[in-house]
């Protein structure tokens, strides 16, 4: 069984490891010491966790059927005559999508800006680090 350090915990779950901790005080994540007195976090509570966590964030009366949102500042947009490519940093990932130009254009996305990507995809590869 997969089990996270605090520091690990919080970078999975976009919040800081003051709010880790606060959670593990408070009972809402169940932790673990080790001999050293480090805590660990079990990756089934971990990931029973994330997803009351994103189960909560869910938009109300989203009518979308794209259920991946990421949520984050656009860093750059590059346009040419035809195509855009729109970069968005959401937490720690590098969110890229390929926009027509006149949809960038009509949005208005300028690096700075807050938009959300919405991922609908019938191909995703699982990597394990």
Do not use: C
């Amino acid at each position: 069984m997969y089990k996270f350090k605090i520091g690990e915990a919080a970078q999975l779950l976009g919040v800081s490891t003051d709010t880790v901790r606060r959670w593990a005080d408070s009972g809402r994540l169940l932790t673990e010491r080790t001999e050293g007195g480090h805590r660990l976090i079990n990756g089934p509570d971990l990931a029973k966790l994330a997803q009351e966590i994103s189960d909560s964030n869910e938009q109300e009366g989203a009518t979308l059927s794209a259920r991946n949102r990421f949520t984050g500042l656009i860093t750059r947009v590059i346009a040419d005559g035809v195509m855009a490519q729109v970069e968005i940093q959401a937490g720690p990932h590098r969110v890229v999508s390929l926009i027509s130009a006149e949809a960038a254009k009509e949005l208005g996305l300028k690096p700075g800006a807050l938009a959300v990507a919405a991922i609908k995809a019938t191909n995703v590869v699982i990597e394990l680090p």
